[in-house]
């Protein structure tokens, strides 16, 4: 049963405008939700978090939301660039708080 | 910057061969990780180690085992590799207690079992 849903296998966007990537989880205990971004051939980065505490973090052109009533979180990329054609996925940690489990991913494409 | 190592970016096995997957992060962090990463189906917990000879099995552990003789150290083994075993394999370290900084990974390793 998955505890993190990402339902977009991909998304297309051109450069400049907003990329909204999506996330559903099932567990309202969760403290910690975070996104991370892979290349092809190299291994996931850590891109921006945010606390159960909270229902939005930034840094930078980065942003995330998180509705707690609904589960779902979302990232927001504004404006988006090339460089951030990427597959993104979120995560939260486990029950226990001592590995990662991500979704699926969602392949973004941003077209110039 | 945290640094977490994995020994090879590509490898070819044979089927049934014992394979080693090597993995050593610089910052003393306690918790090291093994995922695998297909497409479709994301990034996959094989076996995680909170400290030196524990490990915990993760989402999919079959036919993998690990080791971890020293903090800094977390290897895979494929006791008899399979076809089904070619993927990205991704090494992971973090710190108990820092959640919101989540885990530090390599750059993974492309096993290709024939």
């Known amino acids: 049963d998955q505890q993190v849903k990402q339902n977009s296998p991909s998304l297309s966007v051109q450069e400049g405008r907003i990329s909204i990537l999506n996330c559903d989880y099932t567990?309202?205990?969760?403290?910690?939700f975070l996104w991370y971004k892979k290349y092809p051939a190299e291994g996931p980065t850590f891109l921006i978090s945010i606390s159960s505490i909270k229902d939005k973090n930034e840094d930078g052109r980065f942003t995330v939301f998180l509705n707690k009533s609904a589960k779902h979180l979302s990232l927001h990329i504004v404006p988006s660039q090339p460089g951030d054609s990427a597959v993104y996925f979120c995560a939260v940690y486990n029950q226990a708080g001592t590995a990662l489990i991500f979704g699926k991913g969602t392949t973004l494409s941003v077209s110039s | 910057d945290v640094k977490v190592t994995q020994s090879s970016r590509y490898l070819v096995k044979r089927t049934g061969e014992k394979v080693f997957l090597e993995c050593v992060q610089d910052m003393d962090h306690e918790n090291m990780f093994w995922y695998r990463q297909d497409p479709g189906l994301g990034l996959r917990l094989i076996y995680f180690s909170y400290d030196v000879k524990m490990k915990e099995k993760g989402d999919i552990p079959e036919g993998y085992s690990v080791s971890r003789e020293k903090k800094e150290r977390f290897s895979l083994i494929l006791e008899s590799a399979s076809t089904n075993q070619t993927s990205m394999y991704l090494c992971?370290?973090?710190?108990?207690?820092?959640?919101?900084?989540?885990?530090?990974f390599g750059q993974g390793t492309r096993l290709t079992v024939v």
């Open positions: 567990n309202s205990m969760f403290d910690y």
């Open positions: 992971a370290s973090s710190s108990p207690g820092t959640g919101g900084a989540g885990a530090f």
